[in-house]
């Protein structure tokens, strides 16, 4: 494995967070699976928590990650944090595989930690949806997994 495929992954990751975000309608936004964040305060989480990664090791660079809120933020707020974050993010994960002192994580159990964060806020986008009625058809959820298209 090479980081152009970790990067690649990565794109793969990013491609079903806005795909997730193509599939709710801005009507959704406010739902929420039980107690738990609305569908608008994930995407926003999903953001925050790359821009606070960013932060770390590329200060500068995270400064164009938008700060968002996660009871207004609008889609297009969204859909440019996830743009934004995405691409920095790629170049956070090369800087990682340059490094050559030690650090608390490898580049690929970071790289992990991502993705698997993400998904499990993925997961709760989408037990939100279903448990207000909002059953995503069987084709977008299949589509999810069609990972040679992304």
């Not at 170049?91 to 998904?119: M, N, Q």
Request: charged share 35%; with cysteine.
């Amino acid at each position: 494995m090479t980081i152009d495929d970790l990067v690649k992954a990565w794109r793969v990751n990013d491609a079903l967070n806005r795909e997730w975000l193509g599939i709710c309608a801005d009507a959704d936004f406010d739902l929420k699976p039980g107690k738990g964040k609305t569908i608008r305060s994930n995407f926003v989480h999903i953001v925050g928590v790359r821009r606070m990664w960013l932060e770390e090791k590329m200060p500068k660079a995270a400064a164009q990650v938008p700060k968002l809120d996660w009871k207004t933020a609008a889609r297009e707020e969204i859909a440019t944090g996830l743009e934004l974050s995405h691409d920095l993010m790629a170049e956070l994960f090369r800087k990682r595989e340059e490094r050559t002192r030690p650090d608390r994580w490898t580049t690929i159990g970071f790289f992990a930690y991502c993705v698997a964060h993400e998904a499990h806020h993925r997961s709760q986008i989408e037990i939100a949806l279903r448990l207000n009625g909002r059953e995503p058809d069987d084709k977008v959820l299949y589509g999810l997994w069609d990972w040679t298209k992304k």
